[in-house]
């Protein structure tokens, strides 16, 4: 079993890096579409339906 578990912990820290990368990778593919925009405008909008004024 210590076989699996220091096989587990070698690529543990590589997955997390990958893992981080691609997220980052998406976070700024969505940012130059232009998508924050648009999830900034309904989150005001869903923030003002909550408090009753929209």
Known sequence: M???IGL????K???QVALLA?????V???AM???ANAVL???IR?????IGIG
């Open 28 to 30: 700024c593919f969505g």
């Open 46 to 50: 869903l923030c003002l339906e909550c």
């Open 41 to 43: 405008a309904k989150a």
């Open 8 to 11: 587990f912990k070698a690529i």
């Open 33 to 35: 579409r232009g998508e």
């Open 22 to 26: 691609a997220g980052a990778a998406m």
């Open 13 to 15: 820290p590589a997955a």
């Open 2 to 4: 210590k076989g699996a």
